[in-house]
């Protein structure tokens, strides 16, 4: 289940004032059943598509939908500014969304913290209609180039520093990072 003594997935829940939503559990345990095959630990050159598409059926099973393949008609589209006649005029694509919970999934791999792919969701989710939380998924350990990347401990940094500090605040209702 784990690689050496760290427990997985890692994971943490912003802010940390806040207990964790329920569905929390779930999605956690979505990437706890899958471990023996996107375990970053583990398994070297794990893409995010490969990942969102083994959570798929676990997340369908609780409500989200997912992101079925790269084609227009298959992606996931969440509204951020309307125009004229109530057109939706920007909108991103997410991994996953959550109608009810307002819960938006962004999977993240290889060179992710390193290129700033964490910011740029933090904010892309922020912005989005009827979104309230982020689940942002971040491999525990990237091994590109022949140094190794610890995208999940570079975001947990930037998060509470975010977090930590007056100076942003975000819409959110809460956050939830995983490292898997």
Same mark, same amino acid.
């Given at each position: 289940?784990?690689?050496?003594?760290?427990?997985?997935?890692?994971?943490?829940?912003?802010?940390?004032?806040?207990?964790?939503?329920?569905?929390?559990?779930?999605?956690?345990?979505?990437?706890?059943?899958?471990?023996?095959?996107?375990?970053?630990?583990?398994?070297?050159?794990?893409?995010?598509?490969?990942?969102?598409?083994?959570?798929?059926?676990?997340?369908?099973?609780?409500?989200?939908?997912?992101?079925?393949?790269?084609?227009?008609?298959?992606?996931?589209?969440?509204?951020?500014?309307?125009?004229?006649?109530?057109?939706?005029?920007?909108?991103?694509?997410?991994?996953?969304?959550?109608?009810?919970?307002?819960?938006?999934?962004?999977?993240?791999?290889? $060179?992710?913290?390193?290129?700033?792919? #964490?910011?740029? &969701?933090? @904010?892309? *989710? %922020?912005?989005?209609?009827?979104?309230?939380?982020?689940?942002?998924?971040?491999?525990?350990?990237?091994?590109?180039?022949?140094?190794?990347? $610890?995208?999940?401990?570079?975001?947990? #940094?930037?998060? &509470?520093? @975010?977090? *930590? %500090?007056?100076?942003?605040?975000?819409?959110?209702?809460?956050?939830?990072?995983?490292?898997?």
């Amino acid at each position: 289940m784990s690689a050496g003594a760290d427990p997985y997935p890692r994971w943490k829940y912003y802010p940390a004032r806040s207990p964790a939503p329920v569905w929390v559990r779930g999605v956690v345990d979505a990437f706890t059943g899958l471990s023996d095959e996107i375990d970053s630990r583990r398994n070297s050159g794990v893409k995010s598509d490969q990942v969102l598409a083994r959570l798929r059926s676990p997340l369908e099973t609780q409500g989200f939908m997912v992101e079925t393949s790269k084609a227009q008609a298959d992606k996931i589209l969440r509204p951020v500014l309307f125009g004229e006649n109530g057109a939706t005029r920007v909108a991103y694509e997410v991994d996953a969304f959550h109608p009810e919970h307002g819960v938006v999934i962004e999977i993240e791999a290889g $060179r992710g913290a390193a290129n700033n792919a #964490d910011y740029r &969701d933090i @904010i892309r *989710a %922020s912005l989005m209609v009827d979104a309230r939380y982020l689940v942002l998924a971040m491999m525990l350990s990237y091994g590109g180039g022949g140094a190794v990347i $610890r995208s999940y401990e570079r975001t947990r #940094d930037r998060i &509470d520093a @975010i977090y *930590a %500090s007056d100076r942003l605040r975000l819409p959110l209702d809460g956050l939830l990072l995983v490292g898997y």
